[in-house]
């Protein structure tokens, strides 16, 4: 879509400081749709798309690293290397949102070839529910945990301490 490098990179800092990183990381080559304004825009090498999937995968080891869009102009040859460099996930289908998406049965002979065995389709946990603190099931025991590093005093908090004792003699 015209971005620099430096744009990429800045999307996978700002993603990978987030707490806790996403889940996944769709990888995204930007699929040139006749009578959009992108019509006539340079596709994104083979060689990007590699180095931006090695990146994710390094800056985010246990996000989900997702071969998303324009792999229907990508070689087998280009598609096996974004594997190797750390893609672990595409998503299948006959289209994505706007643009044709490689065949399933077509996903399932390259994976055959590459000796890649496909995980069962991703399924959306429930979260947990969200209560009110009233109506929270937590019983509080009383208990009010110390912090303390032996042989470390703090001067606020010992000057504070023996105020409190003068104060109550």
């Known amino acids: 879509m015209g971005?620099?490098?430096e744009d990429?990179?800045?999307?996978?800092?700002?993603?990978?400081?987030?707490?806790?990183?996403?889940?996944?990381?769709?990888?995204?080559?930007?699929?040139?749709?006749?009578?959009?304004?992108?019509?006539?825009?340079?596709?994104?090498s083979i060689?990007?798309?590699?180095?931006?999937?090695a990146t994710t995968r390094i800056v985010m080891p246990l996000t989900q690293?997702?071969?998303?869009?324009?792999?229907?102009?990508?070689s087998r040859e280009g598609q096996a290397l974004?594997?190797?460099?750390?893609?672990?996930?595409?998503?299948?289908?006959?289209?994505l949102l706007t643009?044709?998406?490689p065949d399933v049965?077509?996903?399932l002979e390259m994976f055959r070839e590459l000796g890649l065995n496909p995980q069962e389709a991703f399924v959306k946990a429930p979260q947990p529910e969200t209560v009110e603190a009233e109506a929270s099931q937590y019983q509080a025991k009383g208990e009010k945990p110390k912090w303390s590093r032996p042989g470390?005093?703090?001067?606020?908090?010992?000057?504070?301490?023996?105020n409190n004792s003068v104060a109550k003699s």
Do not use: Y
């Open 152 to 162: 470390h005093s703090i001067d606020r908090n010992t000057k504070a301490q023996a």
């Open 105 to 107: 049965n077509e996903d």
């Open 3 to 5: 971005e620099s490098l």
């Open 47 to 53: 060689w990007e798309m590699v180095r931006m999937v």
């Open 8 to 44: 990429r990179a800045g999307m996978l800092v700002a993603l990978s400081t987030l707490n806790p990183q996403p889940e996944s990381v769709p990888i995204n080559a930007l699929v040139a749709v006749e009578g959009t304004p992108m019509e006539d825009m340079t596709p994104v």
């Open 65 to 74: 690293v997702r071969l998303s869009a324009g792999r229907t102009e990508m």
């Open 99 to 101: 643009t044709p998406n």
């Open 82 to 95: 974004c594997f190797f460099a750390g893609a672990n996930s595409i998503f299948a289908g006959d289209k």
